[in-house]
């Protein structure tokens, strides 16, 4: 084993509030290990909307915090029995938190060996995302080939790639995206029909959706906007059919009156990943899904953007902003 520093590179912060209140240092120091656990050095970190939510105060958490949910790298050090083998200087990716940082003790069950092949980049930017739209599909909402679905926010992480994996279905997909660049990109990723919902003085886009389904409706809603989309996302519902709520990019959804649903006969829902990946089979069966997927150029990650840790706090800017696409990195 190589001799490990005794500090390492990190973002944290200790009180919840705006970008801002993230902390980059360099001498934060080395996690240790429990039993169970495997040290892994990161090369790349993913950043997810939920790492805003934390930073927020949206979701409670323990402060200090690092967060990231997600990161790629290799193995540097292992404790205890280590029933799945991991090896010193095997690739992994991981689900946990504590991401944006050189190194973190990860439970080595939520770690997953990276097949040759795939790079540490794809890795971790198909990672916690490909994981969740597949258990979008999959399980909130099981697609059949041929329906009509609603991706909102369709050229963000979540939505390039459930655009792809949804026009392989062979399904219509309808798109929602803030102006043309967005909307171009999400046509180019297996969209149908793309709507600008940011465009002004035209049919809203409930109106436009309604229109290009002759009034129907679509079969499933896969909404991570929030509060500015889903009260729409239930009016484009068809009858006997389901939204999922999967987000609250634009804030956080009000409690609904179960008796809205009655109308169309409406099936709603509000899905987390971490409910589809308790189990180490459960993770097992997603993560290399989706490592597949990418190995095949079946699934193909856009990164918008890789920053340097330093920089986590633009990349939280720039992602609430509204001014990325696809998927942003942290460089470890
Ligand atoms: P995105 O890359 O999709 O970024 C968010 C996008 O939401 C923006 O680019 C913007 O796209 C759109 N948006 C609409 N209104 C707002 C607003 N008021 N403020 C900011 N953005 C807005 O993010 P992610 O792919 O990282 O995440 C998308 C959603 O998926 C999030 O809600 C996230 O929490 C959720 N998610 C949920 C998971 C789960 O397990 N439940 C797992 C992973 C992600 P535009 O400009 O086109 O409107």
Request: charged share 20%.
């Amino acid at each position: 084993m190589s001799s490990l520093p005794s500090t390492m590179k990190a973002v944290s912060f200790a009180q919840i509030g705006g970008p801002d209140v993230l902390q980059y240092t360099e001498s934060q120091p080395l996690p240790k290990l429990q039993d169970g656990e495997i040290l892994v050095r990161n090369n790349f970190a993913g950043v997810n909307y939920i790492d805003t939510y934390f930073r927020s105060g949206l979701y409670p958490a323990s402060y200090p915090l690092i967060p990231g949910q997600e990161a790629a790298g290799t193995v540097a050090k292992i404790q205890g029995n280590n029933p799945l083998g991991f090896k010193e200087g095997d690739r992994v990716v991981w689900i946990k938190q504590g991401g944006y940082a050189e190194y973190t003790a990860v439970p080595a069950d939520r770690a997953i060996k990276i097949p040759q092949g795939v790079s540490d980049e794809d890795a971790v930017g198909g990672f916690l995302m490909g994981m969740t739209a597949l258990s979008l599909i999959k399980e909130a909402y099981p697609v059949k080939k041929g329906e009509t679905i609603l991706v909102h926010a369709a050229a963000g992480g979540m939505g390039l790639l459930l655009c792809q994996l949804l026009s392989d279905m062979g399904c219509t997909v309808i798109g929602t995206a803030g102006g043309p660049e967005k909307c171009a990109l999400a046509k180019e990723n297996g969209a149908t029909h793309v709507i600008d919902y940011k465009a002004t003085g035209g049919p809203t886009w409930v109106e436009q959706v309604l229109k290009l389904t002759n009034g129907e409706g679509v079969d499933c809603t896969y909404d991570g906007v929030g509060k500015d989309t889903y009260e729409g996302s239930m009016e484009v519902a068809k009858r006997k059919s389901k939204v999922v709520y999967f987000g609250n990019a634009s804030g956080a959804i009000p409690p609904i009156n179960i008796a809205r649903l009655t109308a169309k006969n409406l099936s709603i829902m509000r899905s987390t990943l971490m409910g589809y990946i308790t189990t180490r089979p459960e993770l097992e069966y997603y993560a290399n899904s989706v490592l597949d997927l990418i190995k095949a150029g079946k699934l193909k990650i856009k990164i918008h953007k890789v920053y340097p840790l330093s920089e986590a706090k633009q990349a939280h800017i720039d992602l609430e902003g509204r001014k990325t696409t696809g998927k942003l990195l942290l460089k470890c």
